[in-house]
């Protein structure tokens, strides 16, 4: 420190002053270490200069510089060391008591390994050896407090022999670079907690968005009974979960409320939909990745295991997730350790996995993960095998529809849920809720009826007959003309094609309304550009307001 500077001598307190210059000019850690091996050239050599930090029973490399390895623009320390030395094992952590900061705890003083041939008294040692060092000295890195929290080390491929006024100016230097990486740690801490609550905060308004249609499960049938009984029975445990069902069952709906009703409900729930996601993608979403891990990575990305440390990760879709990434992750639910991609560390994480599948898991689908995930399974009923249900819940989307969409609310009548109820709905509650939406939209009264539903009335009456709901052309026609249907009707009253600028005006309005004004999703599903959807809203004379 200053204080100490009238007890070394002028040269050595110009070095000290070199090396203050040094960390005030540079940001990066690994700039600074460069920069201190090169100052101190003057004086003594090193081929290498590294900072490590205490983690619990570990010490893990935080910084280095090795002499004749430049750090590539982008790479990890992992990356850095692996190249230096591609045989190292776990070179990211060495237990504490393998290394000489164990005795630093007590002694608070360096250590030095003048001769490595001839002394090895720790496995650090060993390592050292292996990769061509002969010599080195680990110095104490203490805190305002005086606690230690890590260690500064020189080593050289030579063995050495240090003058007393070296090692002072080496503690001088270590007490210097303990502020500075003091005060990287400090900043890391701080980031890593404001992105820790800026994603927990994304994830709870994400869930906010995700019950923005239905908030509760709305039904009282003896099947959906069980799912409820099976969801208050497993939430307050901490087990893996997984939900099976049909599409547009609730799956997600029903992890939500596993979430809810657990003891991480406080903490992140986050989402990854592996049906979503590029296959070679996934383990770079689910674990992460370093900066420079793979071509394009230019920055660390936390993966969604880490941000949801501590809370609930769900994963939808699962049985489509690549074999490889299964094996990973049935490792992480085993150990409890993320590795992400480009380091050869790990993090320690506690997270519960809710995942869902609306397919069985296929034959070749990793056994050790499915056990795991598979050892408390919720199935969720297909609607049209609790149609009982159907009146109390499209009158609960309907109010739903009214509080978070603007629209008027609407009563339902009885014969309009005659007719919902009739249906087999093959997109199940998913697709109620589109119907009753674009019922809503078109509805000019307060009371929807079945004159609202002409299709799913028309696939109602026929699917006695026909397994696929579907009515033949020439069925549908009849019954479109009689029901009068608001939606895309084919044909006029005397039996002859509408124009075929009609029918396209029509297509476009319900598809506005059943993807709920979103431009960009109407566009994709018509296969048209928007700045076509556009034009075609202008000449047809739709309005998207209506």
């Given at each position: 420190m200053i204080s100490a500077l009238p007890e070394i001598s002028k040269a050595n307190a110009q070095i000290i002053l070199e090396v203050a210059k040094a960390i005030g000019a540079h940001l990066e850690m690994p700039e600074v270490l460069a920069a201190l091996n090169e100052t101190l050239k003057a004086i003594i050599h090193f081929d290498a200069v590294g900072v490590s930090v205490v983690e619990g029973d570990l010490l893990k490399p935080y910084s280095a510089h090795i002499e004749g390895f430049p750090r590539k623009p982008g790479e990890s320390l992992a990356s850095l060391i692996k190249r230096f030395s591609p045989n190292m094992d776990h070179p990211l952590k060495h237990d504490v008591c393998e290394?000489?900061?164990?005795?630093?705890?007590?002694?608070?003083?360096?250590?030095?390994?003048?001769?490595?041939?001839?002394?090895?008294?720790?496995?650090?040692?060993?390592?050292?050896?292996?990769?061509?060092?002969?010599?080195?000295?680990?110095?104490?890195?203490?805190?305002?407090?005086?606690?230690?929290?890590?260690?500064l080390v020189f080593l050289s491929k030579e063995e050495g022999s240090y003058a007393s006024e070296q090692l002072d100016l080496l503690q001088s230097i270590a007490e210097i670079v303990s502020i500075a990486v003091a005060n990287a740690l400090a900043y890391e801490e701080?980031?890593?907690?404001?992105?820790?609550?800026?994603?927990?905060?994304?994830?709870?308004?994400?869930?906010?968005?995700q019950r923005?249609?239905?908030?509760?499960?709305?039904?009282?049938?003896?099947?959906?009974?069980?799912?409820?009984?099976?969801?208050?029975?497993?939430?307050?445990?901490?087990?893996?979960?997984?939900?099976?069902?049909?599409?547009?069952?609730?799956?997600?709906?029903?992890?939500?409320?596993?979430?809810?009703?657990?003891?991480?409900?406080?903490?992140?729930?986050?989402?990854?939909?592996?049906?979503?996601?590029?296959?070679?993608?996934?383990?770079?979403?689910?674990?992460?990745?370093?900066?420079?891990?793979?071509?394009?990575?230019?920055?660390?990305?936390?993966?969604?295991?880490?941000?949801?440390?501590?809370?609930?990760?769900?994963?939808?879709?699962?049985?489509?997730?690549?074999?490889e990434t299964q094996e990973l992750l049935d490792r992480v639910l085993a150990t409890g350790e993320v590795r992400p991609v480009g380091l050869n560390g790990s993090y320690s994480v506690d997270v519960r996995v809710i995942a869902t599948s609306s397919r069985p898991l296929p034959e070749d689908f990793h056994p050790g993960l499915a056990e795991r995930i598979g050892a408390t399974t919720v199935t969720l009923p297909p609607l049209r095998d609790r149609s009982g249900d159907i009146p109390s819940l499209a009158r609960h989307l309907?109010?739903?529809?009214?509080?978070?969409?603007?629209?008027?609310?609407?009563?339902?009548?009885?014969?309009?849920?005659?007719?919902?109820?009739?249906?087999?709905?093959?997109?199940?509650?998913?697709?109620?809720?589109?119907?009753?939406?674009?019922?809503?939209?078109q509805c000019e009264t307060g009371s929807?009826?079945?004159?609202?539903?002409?299709?799913?009335?028309?696939?109602?009456?026929?699917?006695?007959?026909?397994?696929?709901?579907?009515?033949?052309?020439?069925?549908?026609?009849?019954?479109?003309?009689?029901?009068?249907?608001?939606?895309v009707t084919l044909y006029t009253s005397d039996g002859h094609l509408r124009p075929l600028e009609d029918i396209e005006a029509d297509i476009i309005r319900l598809a506005i309304g059943h993807y709920r004004g979103r431009m960009t999703e109407v566009a994709r599903r018509l296969g048209i550009g928007r700045s076509t959807l556009y034009r075609k809203l202008g000449e047809l004379g739709i309005d998207t307001a209506a």
């Open positions: 290394h000489p900061v164990s005795e630093m705890f007590a002694s608070r003083k360096p250590y030095l390994a003048t001769d490595l041939k001839t002394q090895r008294r720790f496995a650090y040692d060993e390592t050292c050896f292996s990769n061509g060092f002969r010599s080195y000295i680990s110095l104490p890195l203490l805190n305002n407090g005086g606690n230690l929290f890590g260690d701080i980031k890593r907690l404001k992105e820790q609550l800026q994603l927990e905060n994304r994830a709870l308004q994400e869930e906010i968005v923005s249609i239905y908030e509760e499960i709305v039904g009282s049938s003896s099947s959906l009974q069980k799912v409820v009984t099976a969801i208050e029975k497993v939430a307050p445990t901490d087990s893996t979960v997984l939900i099976t069902g049909e599409t547009g069952t609730g799956k997600e709906l029903v992890a939500h409320a596993i979430h809810r009703r657990s003891d991480r409900s406080a903490r992140a729930l986050v989402k990854v939909n592996c049906a979503a996601l590029p296959a070679e993608l996934i383990a770079s979403e689910l674990f992460g990745h370093e900066k420079g891990a793979f071509p394009g990575a230019f920055t660390a990305k936390t993966g969604k295991l880490v941000q949801a440390d501590g809370g609930t990760l769900i994963l939808d879709e699962i049985a489509v997730m690549p074999a309907l109010q739903r529809m009214a509080d978070t969409t603007g629209l008027k609310p609407l009563s339902i009548g009885n014969d309009a849920l005659a007719v919902l109820m009739r249906y087999g709905w093959p997109g199940n509650v998913r697709q109620l809720a589109g119907v009753l939406f674009r019922a809503a939209l929807l009826t079945a004159q609202d539903f002409p299709h799913i009335a028309i696939q109602s009456r026929y699917a006695g007959r026909r397994t696929d709901f579907a009515p033949t052309i020439s069925e549908a026609r009849s019954e479109e003309v009689l029901a009068g249907a608001p939606g």
